[in-house]
């Protein structure tokens, strides 16, 4: 068994902008600052991650700047009105499993890349409703990519 983590990969989560409002919005590239996996040699993988940790590391496409005041309060709300404390955590293999965040189990697909593997996930299928903002003018898509790289 062969355990890994943010010191051997990254795990990246990217969202986007939707909405009449989007040009004031952000695409968001976020990493995972706590996770951790174990990867069996018979290809099993168990992966829990930590919602509170991640770090916005870029804001594209946005009207101005994110300040830091902007990714205070973006992680404020990913914690209050999305995803909560609880771990997010994966059951399954290079291909697929099941995946449990903000209370829910459903299954997942994963695309596998040279480096490591990428799937989407629905918000809605796991019961989280996308976060709205400026009177739900804007509003972050309901799919977000999920990428795990350096493996």
Do not use: C
């Not at 629905?122 to 903002?133: A, M």
């Amino acid at each position: 068994m062969r355990e890994v983590g943010p010191a051997d990969a990254t795990l990246t989560v990217k969202t986007y902008r939707d909405g009449v409002a989007a040009k004031v919005g952000h695409d968001l590239i976020m990493v995972v600052g706590r996770w951790s996996a174990k990867i069996g040699d018979d290809g099993a993988i168990e992966l829990s991650a930590d919602p509170r940790s991640l770090e916005i590391r870029e804001g594209l496409r946005g009207a101005k700047p994110l300040s830091d005041r902007d990714r205070r309060e973006i992680l404020k709300n990913i914690d209050q009105k999305v995803l909560g404390s609880s771990p997010i955590e994966f059951r399954g293999t290079a291909d697929g499993g099941e995946l449990t965040m903000a209370g829910a189990t459903r299954p997942v697909t994963i695309e596998r890349t040279p480096d490591g593997g990428r799937a989407t996930l629905v918000q809605s299928e796991w019961g989280i409703k996308p976060y709205r903002g400026l009177m739900g003018a804007l509003k972050v898509r309901d799919d977000v990519e999920v990428i795990v790289s350096g493996l």
